[in-house]
Antibody, heavy 123, light 110 residues
Framework: EVQLVQSGAEVKKPGESLKISCKGS????????IGWVRQMPGKGLEWMGI????????RYSPSFQGQVTISADKSISTAYLQWSSLKASDTAMYYC????????????????WGQGTLVTVSS | QSALTQPASVSGSPGQSITISCTGT?????????VSWYQQHPGKAPKLMIY???NRPSGVSNRFSGSKSGNTASLTISGLQAEDEADYYC??????????FGGGTKLTVL
């Protein structure tokens, strides 16, 4: 069974750094792009970026370029999403998901999804 | 890039059919066959229901179907069941080389 398991909920203060993880299993981790999707409280879904663990090729949505860093460690089948200086507006649920279809370097569907990591940023 | 437009809510009785629309422009929904649909139950992760406008992943009930006409894509659920009550999101590739989601539709099974 293809599965993505994310790290647990985090509570941080503004200005702090954070790195959350997403571990893949049940498939060849290095052969599929992994994406990150944000869902702010009570809101819809927003695509943030993707990474190809095989060679760490990374693409970002224009809305998130420079705001976060996506990385991967293929030796442990894990992708990461990190912030260097959190803001209150980063409070959201973050999902990782395996990319099912790509066009011109952009994902157009995701399956399956991780269970989500809730990040709360508050002073 | 503006979000795709979905109705905030739709409802139906068990056994009925409902359709959720997803309206974009010729730069996204109307220009490409790269529309997908996701189901999200409260407190759960999204689940892929339809990809590339009409394709249903393995394991998804054939009560779910997708279509597109012009700049509007649609998700139809036939034989409505209580377990279908959830939020539904559409997404589309865009000519700006990005992915945009709809605002989501809350489906209530009466």
């Amino acid at each position: 069974e293809v599965q993505l398991v994310q790290s647990g909920a985090e509570v941080k203060k503004p200005g702090e750094s954070l790195k959350i993880s997403c571990k893949g299993s049940g498939y060849t981790f290095t052969s599929y792009w992994i994406g990150w999707v944000r869902q702010m409280p009570g809101k819809g879904l927003e695509w943030m970026g993707i990474i190809y663990p095989g060679d760490s090729d990374t693409r970002y949505s224009p809305s998130f370029q420079g705001q976060v860093t996506i990385s991967a460690d293929k030796s442990i089948s894990t992708a990461y999403l990190q912030w260097s200086s959190l803001k209150a507006s980063d409070t959201a649920m973050y999902y990782c998901a395996r990319v099912g279809g790509m066009v011109r370097g952009v994902p157009h569907w995701f399956d399956p999804w991780g269970q989500g990591t809730l990040v709360t940023v508050s002073s | 890039q503006s979000a795709l437009t979905q109705p905030a809510s739709v409802s139906g009785s068990p056994g009925q059919s409902i359709t959720i629309s997803c309206t974009g422009t010729s730069s996204d929904v109307g220009g490409y066959n790269y529309v997908s649909w996701y189901q999200q139950h409260p407190g759960k992760a999204p689940k892929l229901m339809i990809y590339d406008v009409t394709n249903r992943p393995s394991g998804v009930s054939n009560r779910f179907s997708g279509s597109k006409s012009g700049n509007t894509a649609s998700l139809t659920i036939s034989g409505l069941q209580a377990e279908d009550e959830a939020d539904y999101y559409c997404s589309s590739y865009t000519s700006s080389s990005t992915l945009v989601f709809g605002g989501g539709t809350k489906l209530t099974v009466l």
